[in-house]
């Protein structure tokens, strides 16, 4: 046994920062921050953005009291609302333990949404998720959950080792907040009795209304949780509302706050047992009531319609999303997600009719199609690459059909939905600034542009198109709730109303002669599509449909082609030569009679803005109960963020019985365009009882204690869309005490000596690239199918490992003495996911991993090791190391079932995966028969060099078991099970002349962590 012991380590604390850290993003500093405060919140906004700020302040006050007031819970201080308009992008996040609402200026424009003014509907929605979930919190604000945790090892490992490597990570929440995803939401969408700010429109409608006529309704289970892939995710709002809107009404309007309180309760782990609770019935009892109610409704509500059905013939339904067909005589071309699970992503296909063939263009686009004059060009918007500062932005492009070629025509103006003049020679598009929208005239032959429009009361517009002479543009706005139809006068500068009933009128449409404007309204509380004769004023009906027809185009024959949405997918369909149907036949429910008139904002004084100061959210602390090594190791997590998140703070301790312990503490600064960070990291590890005799008489005990520590100093920066790139100076330093005993007698133990000594010391520099261009998928942690994952690392290392110990001349004391290892060091790790050919459902992961280290005299504490959970399965962690690494994985996986729900405890099982492996590779010194390999004998004799290394390389298969769904309703939960069976026999000797044998065997891996 020597005395020159390391510790190889992994700290669950790692693992768990790498979610709360790893999410790639551009920091803004070129933006200067105020603040407006008032009695209930503080506002906070960059420039730019002053207006939406000011209104979003009004709409708070204004919600503040009514939904405080309906669940008796008022914040502990006041709630930051963070206003940014840094994307073309929407949405609105509450951090309710943050007691933060982060709110995007720009309008949500969503196909399966309704249109309501947005920052009333937002902010009410937002801060309804801070009230209600702040009711039901089990622990204190500070206390957002705890974690229980287990660590275990292989058994086998180095002399010189502490321990053996990982082959169990188990990390797992208890939370302080468990609450079903329908509940959650509908609570949020109701806000309060009486509101106004969003409503049950015909959207909702629309998606539960399918669900229910196609026997596809989500299970109260499923409506438990998201991660769900098309219209997943919204049928759970939507289900969600319309189950709290039953409850309600059957139950009170108590009865949200009520379960709120019941949720609260610290052993209340199920939303079944709070509903018996408040109800008298259980979850079970009650769905089936409310389904039966509308099984019953819906049927006897589209019983006239479904005897008057007019859909056309449906061409295109592969994905969830076929969206704004259009055709020539020639193709059909039109977006869709097929092969994709959100329905955000859409690209540009192409049909040709006459050999019935389907073409993929481009991805990306998310907009409405125009063609040019002479229809060899696509014209759209869509969202380009981040700009110098990160920013995404939309842009107007067009598509050469000719040389098959995409072409910028605007940078970074925020524009959308273009339209095309007659002759071509100019454009007009909507901008998007600061929660407004408004008109952009561009004249393609000088690239001017001129605004055409003077909206700055948070107009919402989504179409424009211009009639056929030039002398008009048709676009849809929404100014409350729903859309109307407004004219745009070139001549006059004039707008007038064109359709402004209570009703949802949207995608106006000139037909070629400019007699008909077509149109979509939900007039009978259903979308379809209508025209009206712009000179008598008459209105047609041309479909009838029971879910809804949107996207309207009309060709030069006289088809009318539009989306339609059926069985929660949006297919594209065409009519050939529609005909006007009696309007009677669509009869289903005038719901905009029942549509409420805003609340008016109150006038809450709000003082002048300041020039922002930096917040700090109170630090949480997150118990933690962990099993390492055979020992309860209890400790705990803390973070605590800058609201803006300018700053960021995480760490982590826990301490055993035997004051072995892990400490960690990261921190990441956002205020400069790279992130600056600085992590620090110390642990302790014990190996007592090491027995050996003293002089060949006396038995003698050595305990150890080693003590590791390690210092990040360094900058990260995304770039572009896929790129990430980290520069670390780490400085490392790894300590050991020795405490010598002497045994006397059977029970006495005499001290002998006691010393301490660092053995390890270096400083690294090291450059990270990590490239990531998989798309997103539902299951992208467990099962990824699509795109390339590339982490390189080059590092220059400064390292210095114990040599032997000398004496200080001066003061006669032990002094280490050092090797200096000074090397250059490239790692790669790389995955490539992929669906293989000719299959619907079999997946491939091809991953590799590389590694070369420059000095050939490099000390084996450096070493590279090729085996153990991250390596070659079929082998220990330790059986296989070198300077030089290679190895290739290759993974089958088949789904056992996606997006199904097996309740198990407070675990929703949703997707199960199995998969079977191969592997092959190893981690090496030298080449059998080549001692003192350099480069040039690689080069004069490349084949016998290769196949020396090859013919060591050992190999394994194995089989995977992965597990995905969710715990307590909002926390994803992956498991993954592996069996590796090594396939080579081999023995190594480390430097100290032991020898191992691996024998074949089969060998198992557990984890359980984060991820979907």
Request: charged share 25%; net charge negative.
């Amino acid at each position: 046994m020597t005395n020159r012991f390391f510790g190889k380590f992994i700290l669950v604390n790692i693992l768990i920062a790498s979610f709360l850290f790893s999410a790639v993003r551009y920091n803004h500093p070129e933006l200067d921050w105020e603040t407006l405060e008032t009695a209930h919140f503080s506002v906070h906004y960059h420039n730019g953005t002053e207006n939406t700020a000011r209104r979003a302040a009004k709409v708070a006050e204004t919600v503040y009291e009514p939904i405080t007031s309906f669940y008796n819970f008022t914040p502990p201080e006041k709630t930051h609302i963070i206003i940014k308009d840094t994307d073309d992008y929407a949405n609105g996040g509450a951090y309710y333990y943050d007691n933060k609402i982060l709110i995007w200026a720009t309008p949500l424009n969503f196909i399966l949404r309704g249109n309501h003014i947005w920052l009333r509907d937002v902010i009410a929605h937002e801060f309804a998720h801070i009230i209600s979930l702040g009711k039901a919190m089990k622990f204190s604000y500070n206390v957002p959950g705890i974690y229980l945790q287990g660590m275990g090892y292989e058994k086998e490992k180095r002399e010189d080792v502490v321990r053996g490597y990982p082959n169990v990570i188990v990390s797992y929440p208890l939370p302080g907040m468990v609450m079903p995803m329908w509940l959650a939401e509908g609570a949020a969408q109701y806000n309060y009795p009486d509101a106004t700010n969003d409503l049950y429109d015909s959207h909702r409608d629309m998606i539960l209304r399918d669900r229910v006529m196609n026997h596809n309704m989500l299970s109260l289970t499923e409506m438990g949780s998201f991660g769900r892939k098309g219209t997943g995710n919204e049928s759970v709002y939507n289900q969600g509302w319309a189950f709290t809107r039953y409850l309600q009404e059957n139950y009170g309007e108590s009865v949200l706050p009520d379960l709120m309180d019941a949720m609260s309760k610290p052993l209340k782990w199920s939303i079944n047992s709070a509903l018996k609770e408040v109800t008298g019935k259980n979850g079970q009892q009650l769905y089936h009531e409310w389904k039966n109610q509308l099984e019953n409704e819906y049927h006897a509500r589209t019983n006239n319609i479904r005897a008057n059905e007019r859909i056309g013939e449906i061409l295109f339904d592969k994905g969830t999303a076929q969206l704004y067909p259009i055709s020539n005589q020639d193709k059909i071309f039109y977006l869709s997600n097929a092969g994709q699970d959100y329905l955000s992503l859409t690209s540009l296909f192409e049909y040709d009719k006459e050999s019935k063939e389907t073409k993929f263009l481009q991805f990306g686009v998310n907009s409405k199609l125009i063609f040019g004059p002479d229809e060899t060009k696509l014209y759209y918007s869509r969202v380009g690459k981040p700009n110098a500062q990160g920013s995404e932005f939309s842009d107007i492009y067009y598509y050469d059909l000719k040389k098959e070629k995409e072409v910028e025509i605007t940078h970074d103006a925020r524009a959308m939905n273009p339209d095309l003049s007659a002759n071509g020679k100019e454009l007009i598009y909507i901008i998007n600034e600061n929660g407004s929208q408004n008109i952009v005239l561009r004249n393609l032959r000088t690239d001017g542009t001129d605004t055409l429009t003077n909206f700055n009361n948070f107009e919402q517009l989504f179409n424009v198109v211009w009639s056929p002479e030039g002398e008009k543009i048709a676009f849809d706005i929404t100014t409350s709730h729903g859309r109307d139809i407004y004219l745009y006068n070139m001549q006059t500068e004039k707008i007038e109303p064109l359709l402004n009933q209570k009703y949802d009128e949207r995608f106006p449409l000139y037909s070629g002669d400019g007699k008909w404007l077509y149109y979509v309204s939900d007039k009978t509380g259903i979308f379809n599509i209508y025209r009206k004769n712009l000179s008598s004023g008459e209105e047609q009906l041309l479909t009838n449909v029971t879910g809804a027809a949107f996207m309207p185009y009309l060709d030069k024959m006289g088809t009318l082609y539009y989306t339609l949405y059926d069985d929660a997918k949006f297919k594209i369909a065409r009519i050939k030569n529609p005909k006007p149907i009696e309007q009677e036949h669509a009869t289903y429910d005038q719901n905009y009679k029942n549509i409420p008139e805003n609340i008016e904002l109150v006038n809450s004084p709000v003082k002048d803005e300041k020039e922002y100061s930096s917040h700090y959210s109170r630090y949480f602390i997150m118990p933690r109960l962990m099993v390492d090594y055979g020992t309860l190791k209890p400790g705990l997590y803390f973070f605590s963020t800058e609201i803006l998140e300018r700053m960021e703070i995480f760490g982590s301790g826990a301490m055993n019985k035997n004051y072995e312990y892990d400490a960690a503490v990261m921190l990441e600064y956002h205020l400069w365009d790279p992130t600056i960070f600085l992590e620090f990291y110390n642990i302790r590890r014990n190996l007592n009882n090491q027995r050996e005799n003293y002089s060949d008489a006396y038995p003698m005990r050595n305990d150890y204690t080693f003590f590791l520590t390690e210092a990040h100093l360094g900058v990260s920066r995304p770039l572009l869309e896929a790129n990430e790139f980290r520069f670390d100076i780490v400085y490392s330093k790894y300590r050991t005490v020795n405490d010598q005993f002497i045994q006397k007698t059977a029970d006495e133990w005499t001290a002998f000596d006691n010393f301490s000594y660092n053995y390890y010391k270096g400083i690294n520099f090291k450059l990270d690239w990590k490239f990531d261009a998989t798309l997103p998928e539902v299951n992208d942690f467990t099962n990824p199918t699509q795109g390339w994952e590339i982490n390189t690392t080059l590092s220059r290392n400064y390292d210095k490992f114990l040599d032997d110990f000398g004496i200080y001349k001066d003061f006669g004391t032990l002094k280490e003495i050092y090797n200096k290892n000074y090397y250059w060091k490239v790692r790669q790790e790389g995955k490539w996911h992929h669906q293989i050919p000719f299959t619907n459902s079999l997946i491939g992961n091809l991953r590799w991993k590389l590694g070369w280290i420059s000095k050939p005299d490099l000390d084996s504490f450096f070493n590279f090791f090729a085996g153990g959970m991250p390596g070659l399965r079929g082998y220990p962690y330790f059986s296989m190391e070198g300077r030089n690494l290679f190895s290739l994985h290759y993974t089958f996986r088949h789904p056992i079932f996606k997006q199904e729900d097996f309740k198990l405890g407070w675990f929703n099982l949703q997707n199960c995966f199995i998969g079977a492996f191969a592997e092959t590779g190893n981690a090496w010194n030298g080449v059998r028969g080549y001692s003192g390999m350099d480069w040039g004998t690689f080069v004069s004799e490349p084949g016998a060099v290769t196949k020396g290394i090859l013919d060591d390389f050992k190999s394994d298969v194995g089989v995977e078991l992965r597990l995905s769904g969710f715990s307590f309703y909002a926390y994803p939960t992956s498991i993954n099970l592996d069996l590796a069976y090594g396939l080579s026999e081999f023995q190594v000797s480390d430097k100290m002349k032991n020898v191992y044998h691996y024998d074949k065997e089969w060998r198992t891996y557990l984890t359980i962590l984060f991820g979907l």
